[in-house]
């Protein structure tokens, strides 16, 4: 977002998963990285836990 804000998805645009001008591309990258990790892994977070998104958008 133009604050800097980076959201995990759509779903979630007002939730950030960190600021990108406060701690960087590479920071914020790997946090996006490891939770699209523990999702191919099925390891879902609390926010991703119940949503149908995947399901609804891509079938």
């Known amino acids: ?3 800097g804000d980076v959201p995990l998805c759509r779903q979630f645009l007002f939730s950030s998963i960190g ?3 406060d701690e960087g591309v590479e920071n914020i ?3 996006y990285f490891d939770e699209v990790k ?3 892994e ?3 977070g609390e926010k991703c836990k119940d949503c ?3 399901y609804t958008f891509n079938f």
């Open 52 to 54: 149908d998104e995947y």
């Open 19 to 21: 600021n990108v001008f």
């Open 42 to 44: 099925k390891k879902y």
């Open 29 to 31: 990258w790997k946090k």
């Open 1 to 3: 977002l133009c604050t």
């Open 38 to 40: 523990n999702q191919l």
